[in-house]
């Protein structure tokens, strides 16, 4: 069974930065998708940034672009997202998620290929 355990979240002030972890285990495919989703209160549960395993270019929702990353030291067993330049806004619970792509098609692109969730992170962030 995979498990996903997510920590580094917390509460900040705008303009500060926080690093998101999330330890991976259990079995998976050699190459698999990854990704953070976050779901603020009274919101819709929305990706921050995707990827493949096995290659191609992580992707990230418009609003974090140039202030969160998934740093190269991240793995298939540790996850990371560094978040900068917090804004009020970006407040959410944070999840991390792994599951199996989709065949044909871009992977990892569509928020069923996710099947395996942690239990969430808190971030505040206050103005």
């Known amino acids: 069974q995979v498990r996903l355990l997510e920590s580094g979240g917390g509460s900040v002030q705008a303009g500060g930065s926080l690093r998101l972890s999330c330890a991976v285990s259990g079995e998976m495919d050699m190459n698999f998708c990854m990704g953070w989703f976050r779901q603020a209160p009274g919101k819709e549960r929305e990706v921050v940034a995707r990827l493949y395993t096995l290659g191609g270019q992580t992707r990230y929702v418009d609003s974090v672009k140039g202030r969160f990353t998934i740093p190269e030291d991240s793995s298939k067993n540790t996850l990371l997202l560094q978040m900068n330049s917090l804004k009020p806004e970006d407040t959410a619970i944070y999840y991390c998620?792994?599951?199996?792509?989709?065949?044909?098609?871009?992977?990892?692109?569509?928020?069923?290929?996710?099947?395996?969730w942690g239990q969430g992170t808190q971030v505040t962030v206050s103005s």
């Open positions: 998620a792994t599951g199996q792509p989709r065949l044909g098609g871009t992977p990892c692109a569509l928020d069923d290929e996710f099947q395996y």
